[in-house]
């Protein structure tokens, strides 16, 4: 958790950028979760220049259709789909699942492979029954 400070210190740097990040559940299943401009763990915030950054302000339509199509690309590689509800809002911390793989991708959390994905977060318990999260309570 998040003292009120820390936020205020955080949105300085985060605010108003859209960046995908990861986490792994217990079982080594993996989530993508579009930032929408929001609060990011201390372990994805630690690394921002290695972070894939987009302005949101000003969607068009071309790049919420782009949006989608990750949606749905990253759910048929096997990884779960978080996005936020109100996009651009920092102070909203709030998490939805948008797409669930059929079939989960699982990975070894040792694996060498895995530890490419950097800044990588852990949540404690088991995706298939996440459907929503707040991220101001993983760190």
Not at 12 to 40: C, R
Not at 41 to 69: F, G, H, T, W
């Amino acid at each position: 958790m998040y003292s009120e400070e820390r936020v205020k210190e955080k949105a300085v740097n985060e605010s108003g950028i859209d960046t995908d990040w990861y986490f792994l559940d217990n079982k080594g299943q993996i989530a993508v979760v579009a930032s929408g401009g929001g609060l990011l763990p201390e372990s994805v915030s630690s690394d921002m220049d290695k972070l894939r950054r987009r302005l949101i302000d000003n969607y068009n339509e071309k790049q919420k259709a782009a949006c989608l199509r990750d949606l749905y690309f990253m759910a048929s590689r096997g990884f779960y789909y978080f996005d936020k509800m109100v996009l651009g809002d920092y102070f909203y911390f709030g998490y939805y699942l948008k797409a669930k793989p059929i079939s989960p991708l699982i990975t070894d959390k040792s694996a060498n492979n895995i530890q490419d994905i950097r800044p990588l977060t852990f949540i404690d318990g088991d995706l298939e029954s996440v459907k929503h999260f707040m991220v101001n309570e993983i760190s």
